[in-house]
């Protein structure tokens, strides 16, 4: 079957044919990014401390989680994607989820555009380099 829809298209020249279902691109605002990866290195929550994740609501507002800490701020969308200056609580983290935290924030503080591709979203810093792999999940 597949073989005979992939010859019915390239008869009919039908570019928007396709034998494999497409995933649609999440939206950026209005989702609960949870942090796959940071810098590379595949992030592993805690048990007892909140996932990393972040939230971009669409009035420009951003809060969310570094593994250890909450933090809440703004955004911007002119010319990319830049972090304002985010708030955070100040609790003590232990070994690893303090570097954790600290290479989530620095990833954040660098982020000057980002991609999405289904319900993935790569933050990128001012040099094109990925910072941040992220997955969308409906809002928690």
């Not at 079957?1 to 298209?9: I, V």
């Not at 951003?62 to 708030?87: E, I, P, Q």
């Amino acid at each position: 079957m597949k073989k005979f829809l992939s010859a019915l298209c390239f008869s009919f020249g039908l570019m928007a044919c396709s034998t494999s279902p497409t995933v649609p691109d999440e939206p950026l605002q209005d989702r609960y990014w949870r942090v796959v990866e940071i810098d590379g290195k595949a992030v592993q929550a805690a048990a007892n401390r909140s996932e990393p994740h972040v939230v971009l609501a669409s009035d420009l507002r951003a809060h969310g989680s570094d593994g250890c800490n909450r933090f809440n701020g703004s955004y911007t969308l002119v010319d990319g994607l830049r972090f304002g200056h985010l708030a955070s609580t100040m609790m003590a983290c232990v070994p690893p989820v303090d570097s954790m935290a600290r290479a989530f924030s620095s990833a954040l503080s660098a982020t000057a555009s980002y991609r999405i591709k289904g319900k993935q979203m790569s933050l990128l810093d001012a040099d094109d380099r990925v910072r941040l792999r992220l997955e969308a999940t409906f809002l928690k």
